[in-house]
């Protein structure tokens, strides 16, 4: 291992996602899908006539486990260095009789700065890339992300505030997402971090719903 892999084998990132469930009315029913890791838990699922919305991800055996007030999908434990990356796996369900369209809003929520190897202080979330892929089946989502290149293809955005447009999701149907942050391998030493303050950047994602007009 290089001696600069080494450096940044120091460098830590946390990426802790969890999820709540709330529901407003505004009109015609609305459900908010938001991930936080710092609110109490709630149930998975709430049930607003027919409006019904679950949110779960992919654990390491391959199964899907529906999200919660503390549920972590990324590993806060990793290193980052260049040329790292790290996917995770979604799945968004409507459960309920009735369709909705529904937007995804991926925000930095906190962050720590940290001080390179030049003595200036920098912010991580500068020097990651992002990126959310989606598709109707999990096989088509998996022949997207085949490779780690073909996922570092898709994840392109500076690491900041993200949202998509509405997808409409009928009644009963379902969507698969990835997630995707990762650190270009041309990232130097204004991202190598020295002294005893790491530095954090912590993501929350939020899931908006809202019934289509009948």
Known sequence: MSSRKKLYKQLALL????????????????SLAWF???????????HIA?????????????????????TKVFDDE???????TQIVYLKVENRGDSDFKYKTAVNVTDYTPGTNAFGNRFNLQDYLRFGLVTADTEEELQQKLANRELAKTEATLQLNNYTTEYSDLAAGGVEYMALI????????????YRFDVVPKV??????DATMKNS
């Open 15 to 30: 990426l802790s996602l969890a999820l709540i469930l709330l529901w407003i009315t505004l009109g015609t029913s609305a």
């Open 36 to 46: 936080t890791d710092t609110s109490d838990p709630l149930k998975n699922i709430f």
């Open 50 to 70: 027919d409006f019904d919305l679950v949110v779960s991800h992919k654990t390491e055996d391959g199964t899907y486990d529906e999200l919660d007030g503390q």
């Open 78 to 84: 990793a290193l980052y260095e260049p040329g790292y």
């Open 181 to 192: 942050v990762r650190m270009p391998e041309e990232v130097g030493n204004e991202a190598n």
């Open 202 to 207: 912590e993501l929350g994602l939020v899931v």
